[in-house]
Every structure is written in structure tokens, then in C-alpha cells.
């Protein structure tokens, strides 16, 4: 039997694996990813790219791949609710298309549409373009053990049924929400479980809003004499490519539901479409009770799942492979101490839990508007009444699930053993908000440099010191204390007026995955002490 050693094994290709292979081949680790499919995908799941995993994209170099995906460029992102698309419209959310320049000022980046059908392909050919990785398609995880020292790893080439035994440092499992590692490591779930078992039906009717006289929009929420039964979202606006989720599949299955039923009600009359798929799933609330176990670590579904409201299922997984990477690469390189890959667990399972918590409660408030909707239809005055109160409560309440940003950006490593505390207060963790806050254990916050680039853009594969001012304070004693240790750090000089004011110190250092790890006006006390710290020594 073969038999190899891999630094790094990665089980499961979907968004967050293919992250994590190519978060590795970026910083030149050897890894190997096997996925038991081709990797096609017919029925997507993820549309929606956050602004921090664009961030992410943004350092990779790929930002540019998903702005030009074939989402068209003009077409709006707006949430609309609507009785159905020959019926009236409720209410709209305005959000406007990628080519309208928002100037936001949390960012480089902002939110895209980008559905996996492009987006797993973008990452696929990222992670697949350095040497250093390797993609197994239809290659299976039957077993594994973890022995201490190495993880032995059984896998099936599933076309010719050879079978593999190969060795890792690591075994990181990104196998989705049935995720059999963390079934064999006996990790439980923790929270409400279940939530729902919803139906989703694909298919292309590429003039519906024309035909319906309805002006464009993204997602279309359909609300009846029932309540909210459905979200209805267009995925590919070029190809008329649509998607009705319906909340509530009532028992019914991809073979024996009424799909024709299912698009009447969303449409509001008869209507021919070509079909392209019908799946089920199962809508959950559950974060693993650990992150880690030895030599293996799980990532993305196989250890939070969120129900799509706030569409940061992915978002949150994409998280998770940027912080694994660089730990993952700090180990294998040997600067990496040995309480390093503990602080994942420590940082990653607040925010699962954070994000888990605040996805649930989107889902609840979609059920909350659900009695006294008997008039909806009606043409007269009490029709009118009701609709114009329901559009702008549903705007409220239910479109905060659009509304954000501070979920997207401002998950803090609150608890982290490698981030050094500056007593400092922490600013409100609030959904809709980002405060902006270069406190240890936050996303290091951006701003325009003079010469058109973000200061995010700064922060390279190692650890980056910020010094800011005209007059900025000595450096170099950190600088020396990394590089006793192996420890990637280079220095980085803003004197931009408003830089240090934003970040509230005059030396700050950043982490290779953009989280701030220390900050101070100067260095007193040891170096060594710090950077040991943040290297989890
Ligand atoms: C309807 C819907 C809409 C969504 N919209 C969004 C959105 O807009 N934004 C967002 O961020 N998230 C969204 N999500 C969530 C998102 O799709 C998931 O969070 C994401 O796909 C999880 O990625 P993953 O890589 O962790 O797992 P998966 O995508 O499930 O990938 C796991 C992979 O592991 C493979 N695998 C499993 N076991 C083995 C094995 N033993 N050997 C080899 N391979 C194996 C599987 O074949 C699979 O390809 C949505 C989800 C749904 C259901």
C-alpha cells in the first residue's frame, strides 16, 4: 500500500476546505485536500459573499475574480417583499448594484452576490494554482486515527477503488454539516438542533419580472394570507436562473412535492419554466462543543450550523480556514509554539456561537408575521392599510437580516491566549453596526492610505508592526524578538494623521490572518514576553 506524509490533510472540498487549501498554498505549506465528488455543483447553496470574506479574497488576490463574476454589475441587490410577483409588492429594501460606488467607510470591500456556482470554482482554481497543493476529487476519508504524533488517514480513490494509507501532521476536517471526523472524534452539538426542513426549487423563467411587472430586486420574500412561506432569490439574473426556498417543505420530497403548486403561489398565476433541480435540507442551530482534537481540527459546517438568515453559513467558515491557516503554517514552519493551534478553539467557537445565535433569531422573525393577514389581497382600503403596515414592519424586522455589517466584521477574539489585553473597554458588539476598533482580538480597522491603498493591504503572510505618526516610536526591539524565533515580522510606517487616532496607540502589531495581537504607545517591558505570547509559546 502507498504510503506518503502530508504536512497538512484537508477532507471535504467545499468553500471552506478549498479556503483552507488555498489560505496554505498562499503561504507555500504542502497540503492535500481529497473530496469525495467531482466537485460540480448542481443545486448551489451560498449566493452571498460577506465584506470580510471579500477582505479575505482581497488579500489573495482574487477580489477581482468575484466582482467580475457573472452576477451582471448593474443589476440591484434589493430585498423585496411581495405577495407574489403578479401580486403586490410590500415593501424594498434598497441595496444598491455592484457598479453604484457605495463609499463605505467600514472597508475595501463590501458584500457580493456571487453564487457558488461561481465562487467554488474561483476558489478551487486559487488553491489549485500553487504547487504546493493538491486537489483530490472523487478521493473519500473512510478512517482515521489519530496517534499522537501523526494522523493516519485511510482514503478511496473512488473511480478505480484503489485505496491510499498516508500520514499528516494535521487532519483538518471541513466535511460539512454530517461531518463524519467529528462523529468519529465523538464531538456533540450543542443547541436547539433542528429549526426546519426546508425545499428548494430550481429553475430558469428568465423574463419573470418583466412578465410581472415588477422592477428588479435579488430577493424576493413571498408573504400570503399564511405569513412568510418563502424566500425566492434570483441567482443568475443573465441565465434567469431563480430559486424558491420554501420554508416549510411539509413533509414532502424532491421526488413527490408539487413543484408547479410551489411556483404558482410564488408567481401568482401559471407560468412555464425549465427546471433544474428540487433538494431538501435541514435547517439547523448547532455549534460542535469542541473545535479541535489532537491533531485533527474542524472547520465550517462541521462545526456551526446556521441557518441561512444573514447568509453567514460560508462567511463564518471562511473565517474559521483564515485562522487555521496561518497557525496551521506557523506550526509546520516551526516558529509556531506549541499552545498555538489551542487559541482556534479559543477564538473560533465564540464567533460560531455569536453567529449561530444571531442567524437563529433572523430565522425567528421571519415566523413572526404570520396572523391577521386575511385582507393582504384585498383592492380596497383594509388591503391597503394592512400592506403598507406589514412592508414597512417586514423592512424592519425581518430585513435585519440584511442589514449586517457589524456581524460581517466585528467578531472580536475576546478570550484568545495570543492576543495581549489592553484593559481597555470593549465598543458594542451590535449586528447592524461596526464601531470601528483596533483593541486586541479585533479586526485590525481600515483606512485609505494616501496612495489609494487600504491599510488592510499592508498586512502580507507574517505578522506586520504598524508605526504611526510623523515621529513614529522605535520598532525595532519587536522586530528583533521575532526574528529570534522565526517569527515572519515586518515593519510598516503610516503617517496618515487620523491613522493613529483610529487605532488609538502609536505601534501596533497586526496578525498574518489581520487581527490586531498587541498595541501600545511604546515598547516597554519585554519583547521576547510578547512575542512569544502571540506565537501561543
Ligand atoms: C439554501 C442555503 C443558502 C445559503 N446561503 C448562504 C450564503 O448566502 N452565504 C453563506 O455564507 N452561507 C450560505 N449558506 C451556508 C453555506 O452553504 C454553508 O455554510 C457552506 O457550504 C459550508 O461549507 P463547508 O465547506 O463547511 O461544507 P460543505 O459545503 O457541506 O462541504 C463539505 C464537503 O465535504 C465533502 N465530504 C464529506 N465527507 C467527506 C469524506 N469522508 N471524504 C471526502 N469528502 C467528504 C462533501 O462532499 C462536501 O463537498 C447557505 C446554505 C443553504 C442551505
Not at 33 to 42: M, Y
Not at 53 to 62: D, L, Q, T
Not at 190 to 219: I, M, Y
Not at 354 to 359: D, F, K, L, P, Y
Amino acid at each position: 500500500m502507498e504510503m506518503r506524509h502530508l504536512p497538512v490533510l484537508i477532507v471535504g472540498g467545499g468553500p471552506v476546505g478549498l479556503a483552507l487549501a488555498g489560505d496554505l498554498g498562499w503561504r507555500g505549506i504542502h497540503c492535500e485536500l481529497v473530496e469525495q465528488t467531482d466537485g460540480s455543483i448542481t443545486t448551489p447553496k451560498m449566493n452571498e459573499v460577506n465584506a470580510r470574506s471579500m477582505e479575505f479574497c482581497r488579500r489573495w488576490g482574487i477580489a477581482g475574480q468575484v466582482h467580475d463574476c457573472p452576477f451582471p454589475g448593474d443589476w440591484p441587490l434589493d430585498v423585496v417583499f411581495i405577495t407574489s410577483f403578479a401580486g403586490y409588492e410590500l415593501g424594498r429594501l434598497r441595496r444598491p448594484p455592484r457598479n453604484v460606488p457605495m463609499n463605505q467607510t467600514y472597508g475595501p470591500e463590501r458584500l457580493q452576490a456571487c453564487s457558488q456556482i461561481w465562487f467554488d470554482p474561483i476558489l478551487r482554481t486559487f488553491a489549485g494554482s500553487f504547487p504546493s497543493v493538491r486537489l483530490r476529487y472523487r478521493t473519500r476519508l473512510e478512517s482515521f486515527e489519530d496517534k499522537g504524533d501523526v494522523v493516519v488517514a485511510d482514503l478511496t480513490d473512488l473511480d478505480s477503488g484503489a485505496r491510499t494509507r498516508v500520514t499528516a501532521d494535521y487532519l483538518v476536517a471541513c466535511d460539512g454539516a454530517n461531518s463524519m471526523v467529528r462523529q468519529a472524534l465523538g464531538i456533540g452539538l450543542t443547541g436547539p438542533g433542528v429549526l426546519g426542513h426546508p425545499l428548494n426549487l430550481f429553475f430558469r423563467a428568465p423574463n419573470l419580472l418583466d412578465a410581472c411587472g415588477k422592477q428588479r430586486g435579488t430577493f424576493f420574500l413571498g408573504i400570503d394570507r399564511d405569513g412568510l412561506w418563502a424566500n425566492i432569490r434570483i441567482i443568475d439574473p443573465t441565465s434567469g436562473l431563480w430559486r424558491i426556498m420554501a420554508f416549510d417543505s411539509g413533509g414532502r420530497t424532491a421526488e413527490n412535492v408539487d413543484r408547479e403548486a410551489l411556483v404558482r403561489r410564488a408567481v401568482g398565476r401559471p407560468i412555464e419554466v425549465e427546471w433544474a433541480g428540487v433538494s431538501t435540507w435541514t435547517r439547523r442551530s448547532a455549534v460542535a462543543e469542541r473545535y479541535s482534537k489532537g491533531r485533527v481540527l474542524l472547520a465550517g459546517d462541521a462545526v456551526h450550523q446556521l441557518s441561512p438568515t444573514g447568509a453567514l453559513g460560508m462567511n463564518t467558515g471562511l473565517g474559521d480556514a483564515v485562522d487555521l491557516g496561518w497557525k496551521l503554517a506557523a506550526k509546520v514552519k516551526g516558529w509556531g509554539g506549541p499552545e498555538l493551534l489551542a487559541s482556534y478553539d479559543a477564538e473560533r467557537r465564540p464567533v460560531g456561537h455569536r453567529n449561530v445565535a444571531m442567524t437563529t433569531q433572523f430565522f425567528l422573525a421571519q415566523g413572526r408575521h404570520a396572523e391577521g393577514l386575511a385582507a393582504i389581497d384585498d383592492g380596497g382600503d383594509d388591503g391597503l392599510r394592512l400592506r403598507a403596515q406589514l412592508g414597512e414592519q417586514l423592512v424592519r424586522e425581518v430585513g435585519a437580516m440584511f442589514q449586517t455589517i457589524g456581524l460581517q466584521l466585528g467578531y472580536r477574539y475576546e478570550e484568545s491566549p495570543i492576543c495581549v489585553p489592553d484593559g481597555t473597554p470593549a465598543p458594542p458588539d451590535r449586528p447592524d453596526d461596526i464601531v470601528p476598533s483596533a483593541r486586541p482580538g479585533a479586526r485590525a480597522p481600515h483606512l485609505w492610505l494616501r496612495d489609494g491603498r487600504s491599510i488592510l493591504d499592508l498586512f502580507g503572510r507574517g505578522f506586520t508592526l504598524l508605526r504611526f505618526g510623523a515621529d513614529p516610536p522605535d520598532g525595532s526591539g519587536l522586530a528583533a524578538a521575532a526574528a529570534a524565533c522565526g517569527v515572519p515580522l515586518e515593519i510598516a510606517t503610516v503617517d496618515e494623521e487620523d491613522a493613529g487616532d483610529l487605532y488609538e496607540c502609536r505601534l501596533a502589531l497586526i496578525r498574518p490572518d489581520g487581527h490586531v495581537a498587541w498595541r501600545g504607545d511604546a515598547l516597554s517591558g519585554d519583547a521576547g514576553e510578547i512575542i512569544d505570547r502571540i506565537r501561543g509559546a
